[in-house]
């Protein structure tokens, strides 16, 4: 399975941003997508997943901000990021799970949110 984000990018605090994540190869074992970020001299942090039945886990720290959805028939995950703030700078990186819990990783794709 390859992982393909893109969409990151400078916007204004208060802004919105929509990431997107295509994967390819063997994308029909896969059952769950999601978004972790990694800001600058910080761990990695779960953001938001989402199973191909369309249950979805959020981060409180973006609780009512980002919104993550799937598309199945694309094999595309989203992340719309609503209200963003500083602090929600980083690269966000798409992961996927398959049925046998193995987990792929995409290249991640930079956000900052400027003051």
């Known amino acids: 399975v390859q992982l393909q984000a893109s969409g990151g990018g400078l916007v204004q605090a208060g802004g919105s941003l929509r990431l997107s994540c295509v994967a390819s190869?063997?994308?029909?074992?896969?059952?769950?997508m999601g978004w972790l970020r990694q800001a600058p001299g910080k761990q990695r942090e779960f953001v938001a997943r989402?199973?191909?039945?369309?249950?979805?886990n959020y981060a409180d720290s973006v609780k009512e901000r980002f919104t993550i959805s799937i598309d199945n028939a694309k094999n595309t995950v989203y992340l719309q990021m609503n209200s963003l703030k500083p602090e929600d700078t980083a690269v966000y990186y798409c992961?996927?799970?398959?049925?046998?819990?193995?987990?792929?990783w995409g290249k991640g794709t930079l956000v900052t949110v400027s003051s």
């Open positions: 992961a996927a799970q398959n049925r046998y819990s193995t987990e792929y």
């Open positions: 989402i199973t191909k039945s369309g249950n979805t």
């Open positions: 190869g063997s994308a029909s074992s896969i059952n769950r």
